[in-house]
């Protein structure tokens, strides 16, 4: 069964460095998500993307955050400069039905801010 | 915004018994999902309800879509140490998926 999947698995770095997580979701699902996970929390909507633009991003996406589909094939999540209160684990996810089909989720990138 | 509410928090159940956890939306729903995600892993779908007042069951598990689809139950009988893990109701609406807190379910064997 086709995967979604994200490099790397973890992601160290110090605070205020600029990192970029990245999503390879399934070839030919056209909605991609981002969500984030903080330890032993809910799954928090970051922002959905559908025809090379956002369709829509919550209050947690601000203009630390940007996301891009640079080759038709990656979907990359880039914080430009991070905070401690960053760290979580972050998923992608695709379908490719806005509302009516299942998020197929990534295995996460846990990012650790020192 | 939207706001999504599951109880309990946690369910200690002993293996065998049956459970049930629920699921609140502040607003009405396109539809609601349900994930389970295993200690250490992903949210992985189990099901979509869409109609109003649909039940729809998966073996030993019964979902449920209240009428003003506003909100959802997850029952599930006669539990078993597979069940550990932590069970989301997301609800769509828009562009996005609003996730409940979670049940995170222990099983006593």
């Known amino acids: 069964e086709p995967e979604v999947t994200q490099t790397p698995s973890h992601q160290v770095t110090q605070m205020g460095q600029e990192v970029i997580l990245r999503c390879v979701p399934i070839s030919n699902h056209l909605y991609f998500y981002w969500y984030r996970q903080i330890l032993g929390q809910k799954v928090e909507f970051l922002v959905s993307?559908?025809?090379?633009?956002?369709?829509?991003k919550s209050e947690i996406f601000d203009d630390q955050f940007s996301v891009e589909r640079p080759d038709g094939s990656n979907f990359t999540l880039k914080i430009r400069s991070t905070k401690l209160e960053d760290s979580a684990m972050y998923f992608c996810a695709s379908t490719w039905d806005r509302g009516s089909q299942p998020q197929h989720f990534g295995d996460g990138t846990r990012l650790s801010i020192l | 915004g939207q706001q999504v509410m599951q109880i309990p928090q946690y369910q200690h159940v002993q293996e065998g018994e049956d459970f049930t956890t629920y699921c609140n939306s502040s607003?009405?729903?396109?539809?609601i999902q349900w994930y389970k995600q295993r200690p250490g892993g992903h949210p992985v779908f189990l099901i979509q309800l869409v109609k109003s007042g649909e039940v729809k069951k998966q073996k030993r598990l019964t979902f449920q879509f209240g009428e003003a689809k506003k909100n959802s139950s997850l029952h599930i009988t006669a539990t078993q140490t597979t069940d550990v893990g932590t069970y989301f109701c997301?609800?769509?609406?828009?562009?996005?998926?609003?996730f409940g807190g979670g049940t995170r379910v222990l099983v006593k064997p």
């Open positions: 997301a609800g769509f609406s828009g562009n996005k998926l609003t």
């Open positions: 607003t009405t729903l396109s539809n």
């Open positions: 993307f559908y025809n090379n633009e956002i369709s829509e």
